[in-house]
């Protein structure tokens, strides 16, 4: 029997470099010998035989080794279904075997309907689709990886259950929406993995997964597979309540609070406490000194320990340094246990450049500007996320509603707003670049922060979103469909700083400086103000609060 594959197509698979390989691999009705049949194809480097088996193991046939490198091809008889049952059976040098579901006999999991929303900018669950996900294929567990990839020459899914090797795991391309797929079986939960991707240009790059829910401990870079429907909430009566009453209608007093730095144990990791031992001893603070809600500092992964967390690298991993994601659903459910909210600093203006992250992610611009006049940030040395683009849009918003569903957090701080409003923020004249009316205003940042407010208020009512928002920007905390853009509340970053310049002053010369304290007054009611005191104004030299305080 001689194989019907092409040596292009051949060479193209075993150097990992095929976009489409379920054209060669997997089965493929063909006539042969004056019949009908479905050949079977498979690459299984490492592997000295292969076997095909029915659905019911009664029939066995081996496979041929049509190339040295572990390609295999088998005859089945003809199937009525489009999609025939069987298993492979793999043995090693040693001669151990394993059976296993043919990955590239699996159909693909994302649908038409999920690609279209998803290019369009509109799939607010893709977090359910796109990342790792453990399924089950006709009786088979295994682990369903998905990747936004356009403009890759080939993707490969690595990790521990291939020992880093993806050539046997070579991803299959949906065009046009550029979204990479596979189904890897007999794999689950704590799985290590990345993405090995060859760029245009034909560099190979492994880069941690844009949708990963876990990550390893930093400094580790792999995403890990990771469950989080397991978990059972008991905050049912406070999401019910939240959801019934006017959250701008009660009292708010809000505790800020870095978990890596508040309170440090002998026996963990670095020293930090988990999740659930900070939960317990962090509530009883907040109860003892009449704090009403929680502001963590943020809590996706990252890759500098030594920072506060705002240069973000796994948008959808709660950071492995205090535990599980499990460990940290335990600390809201405790929160909210002891009518305490949660709220979270979430970072959609900018991204670090670390090579394992969002940065040029299949060799091309993808998540940001190409030019840097639109895709770097002078002051902090990061990139600015394409807003204009749908999938980036449809990214951020998505991140941001998952942490809303599947970690029950009450609000979401959105940092750095003015960033993202201004083009010119932070830019001298002739480094940056006009709107398309010629103006300053970023038209796809203000789109992205008004869609993110009604897409979060309208699936979740009763959530929180703030904005740190520092210039007089008009209308931040007004509903969109005034021409606001539509956050719950709005940073008083004025008054911070008038109270804390009258506070410096000595006593003796306060009473010349009264307006301070008054000024806010004029504009109080233009906005949905909150009251900040926050971290910014205890770093980089400026000393704890009390110590600002003349006298």
């Not at 063909?30 to 035989?49: L, M, N, W």
């Not at 699996?106 to 900018?121: M, Q, T």
């Not at 009453?245 to 730095?261: C, D, F, I, R, W």
């Not at 931040?476 to 956050?487: A, K, N, Y």
Request: contains cysteine; glycine residues 10%; hydrophobic residues 35%.
């Amino acid at each position: 029997m001689q194989t019907l594959i092409s040596l292009n197509s051949l060479a193209s698979i075993i150097d990992g470099n095929h976009s489409d390989p379920r054209c060669v691999l997997g089965p493929h009705r063909i006539h042969v010998d004056g019949r009908d049949a479905i050949a079977v194809r498979g690459y299984f480097p490492g592997s000295e035989q292969a076997w095909l088996l029915d659905s019911s193991n009664a029939a066995v046939r081996p496979m041929r080794k049509i190339h040295p490198s572990g390609v295999y091809e088998g005859l089945m008889p003809p199937h009525d279904s489009d999609a025939p049952s069987y298993r492979i059976r793999l043995a090693n040098q040693k001669g151990n075997t394993i059976e296993m579901t043919d990955p590239y006999s699996v159909p693909l999991w994302l649908s038409d309907f999920d690609r279209y929303l998803f290019g369009a900018g509109q799939h607010w669950k893709i977090y359910d689709k796109l990342g790792a996900h453990v399924r089950n294929h006709d009786g088979q567990t295994g682990v369903n990886f998905a990747v936004w990839a356009p403009n890759a020459q080939s993707v490969q899914v690595v990790g521990d259950f291939n020992h880093w090797d993806g050539r046997s795991h070579a991803m299959q391309k949906q065009i046009p929406s550029g979204i990479w797929e596979l189904f890897v079986p007999n794999i689950g939960d704590g799985q290590k993995y990345k993405y090995r991707v060859r760029t245009g240009n034909g560099e190979v790059i492994d880069k941690t997964d844009p949708y990963g829910v876990a990550a390893e401990l930093p400094p580790r870079t792999a995403s890990v597979v990771c469950s989080l429907n397991k978990y059972q909430w008991s905050d049912d009566h406070w999401m019910l309540r939240r959801k019934a009453e006017n959250q701008l209608a009660k009292p708010m007093n809000v505790y800020e609070v870095h978990l890596g730095s508040w309170k440090k144990c002998h026996g963990g990791v670095h020293g930090w406490m988990n999740y659930r031992e900070i939960a317990h001893q962090l509530v009883q603070y907040c109860q003892e000194m009449g704090f009403t809600h929680i502001e963590l500092m943020p809590v996706s992964e990252h890759p500098f320990t030594g920072s506060w967390g705002y240069q973000t690298v796994g948008y959808f991993a709660a950071t492995s340094r205090y535990g599980t994601p499990e460990d940290f659903m335990y600390f809201v459910d405790h929160c909210h246990r002891h009518n305490i909210g949660v709220i979270v600093d979430w970072v959609p203006a900018h991204f670090p450049k670390d090579g394992h992250g969002l940065r040029r992610f299949d060799g091309s611009a993808l998540y940001e500007h190409e030019d840097p006049r639109q895709g770097e940030h002078p002051d902090w040395g990061t990139m600015i996320f394409n807003f204009g683009r749908n999938e980036v849009r449809n990214f951020l918003i998505s991140n941001a509603l998952f942490w809303l569903d599947k970690y029950h957090i009450d609000g979401l701080r959105v940092d750095a707003v003015a960033s993202m409003l201004y083009l010119d923020y932070s830019r001298k004249q002739g480094e940056w670049i006009p709107n398309q009316f010629g103006g300053r205003e970023n038209m796809d940042a203000i789109h992205l922060l008004r869609e993110f407010n009604v897409q979060a208020h309208s699936h979740y009512p009763g959530v929180l979103t703030i904005a740190e928002e520092s210039t007089a920007w008009p209308g931040v905390s007004r509903p969109t469909e005034t021409g606001g853009l539509g956050f719950s509340v709005k940073w008083n970053m004025g008054w911070m700083n008038d109270t804390l310049r009258y506070m410096r002053h000595d006593p003796i010369h306060r009473r010349f400086h009264h307006n301070e304290l008054t000024f806010s007054l004029i504009y109080a009611f233009t906005e949905n103000f909150a009251l900040p005191l926050s971290h910014d104004e205890v770093v980089h030299g400026k000393g704890a609060l009390i110590a600002q305080m003349s006298g």
